[in-house]
């Protein structure tokens, strides 16, 4: 397993927390999500052998926030 960490603007309550844990949660590789909503970053635990960082930040940008690191 590998960790990334991203900042993620555009989440406003814990709605869009579970949000974001959905849309990466849902990526096959995905082992674990965490979403802190006052610090804006996700930390994601994912198997580089089925998902690429890429993908990971783009499904959080086509869910409508956006994504910096």
Avoid: F
Wanted: proline share 4%; net charge negative; aromatic share 2%.
């Amino acid at each position: 397993m590998t960790t990334l960490i991203l900042s993620i603007g555009g989440m406003t309550c814990m709605g869009c927390v579970g949000s974001v844990k959905r849309l990466l949660g849902q990526l096959p590789g995905v082992d674990r999500v965490e979403v802190d909503l006052t610090s804006g970053r996700a930390e994601i635990d994912y198997d580089p052998a089925l998902v690429e960082p890429e993908a990971l930040r783009q499904a959080i940008v086509d869910g409508g926030y956006t994504v910096a690191g």
